[in-house]
């Protein structure tokens, strides 16, 4: 049937998308990820850092997805908590399938190799990073998918499902409608998408014992990641 996006989610996408690319990790962090020198400890304290920059940008983010300010207080703070991780990862994939002249990229992925956390999280991580590259995702798909991660249901400590399960499905619906408009020759394309999220929740398991790894070898972390990540 003919998929035709109304004037309310068309209005919903350019919220969304104003909102993430207005929120960016400022340049002087990112410019460190280049110039600083090479050892497990300098990516460590590097990647925390970007890490730390990136929850204070995806907090701006998230106060601008339409409707989250009307939840319940305590149920953004649960829907950030539970969604930071997978959120990270979706904007660290972003950043790493962008091929930039400066080899930022490559710098990136070298740090995050080498910066302390055991081979067996380094492939499946590096393997998520790959199958979002291989997706080639329009700005509104990334903003959009990162919104739907963030507005999940069913993370811990959420009283209010429902107000919350609507919103995601109002974001699943023009998610889904825009992929069947800017991929018509991939009729999958949306659930692939989903399934990407999927991926994204084996992640976050790996990334809970990444964390107790680099606790015991005494890696310390910022206030503000130890306060969403529950660490200390
Ligand atoms: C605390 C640190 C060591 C950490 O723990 N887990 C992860 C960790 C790891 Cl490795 C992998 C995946 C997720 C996490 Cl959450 C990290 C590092 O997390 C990040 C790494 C990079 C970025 C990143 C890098 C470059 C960027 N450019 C921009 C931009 O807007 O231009 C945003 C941005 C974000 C964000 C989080």
């Known amino acids: 049937e003919k998929v035709e996006i109304t004037k309310e989610q068309r209005a919903l996408i350019k919220a969304i998308l104003d909102a993430y690319n207005r929120h960016q990790i400022p340049q002087d962090v990112t410019k460190k990820l280049l110039q600083e020198q090479y050892s497990a400890e300098e990516n460590f304290l590097l990647l925390t850092e970007v890490a730390t920059s990136q929850?204070?940008?995806?907090?701006?983010?998230?106060?601008?997805?339409?409707?989250?300010?009307?939840?319940?207080?305590?149920?953004?703070?649960?829907?950030l908590k539970g969604s930071a991780v997978e959120a990270m990862f979706l904007r660290s994939a972003q950043v790493l399938s962008k091929k930039m002249p400066s080899g930022y990229t490559e710098v990136l992925e070298e740090r995050i190799r080498k910066s302390g956390m055991s081979e067996e999280f380094i492939t499946p991580m590096f393997n998520f990073y790959k199958s979002i590259g291989e997706l080639h995702m329009t700005q509104e798909e990334q903003a959009l998918l990162t919104t739907i991660t963030i507005l999940t249901p069913d993370r811990p400590y959420v009283k209010s499902h429902e107000a919350v399960e609507r919103l995601q499905e109002t974001m699943l619906d023009v998610l889904r409608k825009l992929c069947v408009l800017q991929h018509p020759q991939e009729p999958q394309y949306f659930a692939r998408l989903l399934g990407r999220l999927t991926e994204l929740r084996t992640l976050h398991h790996y990334h809970v014992e990444m964390l107790t790894s680099w606790k015991t070898n005494d890696h310390k972390f910022t206030p503000l990641l130890c306060e969403i990540w529950d660490v200390q």
């Open 55 to 79: 929850v204070q940008v995806l907090v701006e983010f998230t106060k601008n997805i339409p409707g989250f300010l009307s939840l319940d207080r305590e149920d953004q703070i649960a829907l």
